[in-house]
């Protein structure tokens, strides 16, 4: 089994905290990309670990955060 670890991105879940400038932009600054993930390319992840080419991948992680793991993760204590 496989699995995809998010970061942020807009949904219904996220938007009350993604609407505060000070949050959002507390989000922005840990991420290495800058920005919130499209569901887009949350999708694409999710359909990569479906297909073929991904049948011998297997008991993976995959990091969807635009970067944020490779901080480590830690509480999130500014948000």
């Known amino acids: ?7 942020y991105f807009r ?3 996220t ?3 993604l609407r ?3 949050k959002l932009e507390k989000i922005v600054r840990r991420t290495p990309l800058r920005r919130v993930g499209e569901l887009s390319e949350l999708a694409s992840a999710a359909a990569f670990l479906c297909s073929d080419e991904a049948g011998y991948i ?3 992680t995959l990091p ?3 970067g944020m793991s490779i ?8 948000c």
């Open 15 to 17: 938007e009350p905290v």
């Open 20 to 22: 505060d400038e000070s």
């Open 71 to 78: 901080h480590g993760f830690s509480p999130f204590t500014e």
């Open 1 to 7: 089994m496989n699995c995809i670890a998010p970061w």
């Open 11 to 13: 949904t219904p879940l």
């Open 58 to 60: 297997t008991g993976v």
């Open 64 to 66: 969807v955060d635009g």
